[in-house]
């Protein structure tokens, strides 16, 4: 089983539309993981909040996923999936703008934009890894390689914020620095995409096209 799901996962990694909707998913999924400690820390240093308040805060995150991931399935098309890409780097400069929050009458909107931008982002993503995967494995082992990459991103980045806590960085200090990460993995992501469009343009705009004419997604 080991060999046939490591070579599953490397035929993902170097496919290259594959490569680029699961590390941008694997990035998001490894954020959102995440981000419940981020919004508990945040909202007891920033506004105050007790565990239960700051829960609720939760919730509003959750209410903007789930209008961008409704506006996304209406909107966007499989083939124009990659062009979601810099909401994430915007992800990562709104959480650092978290620091500047302190009155929860604009952290709520703020939330509310934050989730928005992340489902928006992840859906037609979702979508496009999963044509990618189902066209070159099957969905079974797509399904396989994706969780195993976001399990292990939502493990890196939370020893990556447990550390920087642990070495007594503030909780502001700690969500910049996350945010920091956030923002630079998403630019650099978006700039591997530029480089597969401009290096194996014949490659990529058939892979484009066949994300176009697929209709079950």
């Not at 484009?208 to 997604?217: E, F, S």
Request: glycine letters at 10%.
């Amino acid at each position: 089983l080991l060999p046939d799901f490591w070579r599953c996962n490397s035929r993902l990694w170097n496919d290259k539309l594959g490569q680029i909707t699961l590390s941008t998913t694997t990035l998001f999924w490894g954020v959102s993981g995440n981000l419940k400690y981020i919004v508990l820390a945040w909202s007891a240093t920033a506004l105050g909040y007790n565990i239960t308040q700051s829960t609720s805060l939760l919730g509003v995150v959750a209410i903007g996923t789930a209008v961008g991931a409704v506006a996304a399935s209406m909107r966007m098309r499989l083939d124009t999936a990659t062009k979601v890409i810099p909401l994430g780097l915007a992800m990562g400069l709104l959480v650092i703008l978290m620091n500047f929050i302190h009155n929860v009458w604009i952290a709520v909107p703020f939330l509310i934009v934050l989730g928005g931008l992340g489902g928006f982002m992840v859906v037609p993503m979702n979508a496009l890894l999963q044509h990618r995967g189902h066209n070159l494995m099957g969905a079974g082992r797509s399904i396989a390689v994706q969780n195993f990459n976001e399990q292990l991103c939502i493990l890196a980045l939370g020893a990556f914020y447990s550390v920087s806590t642990g070495m007594g960085m503030s909780s502001f200090g700690a969500i910049t620095a996350f945010g920091v990460v956030v923002a630079g993995f998403m630019w650099l992501i978006q700039r591997w995409h530029a480089s597969n469009c401009v290096k194996h343009k014949d490659e990529v705009d058939h892979l484009l096209m066949l994300a176009r004419t697929d209709n079950t997604h």
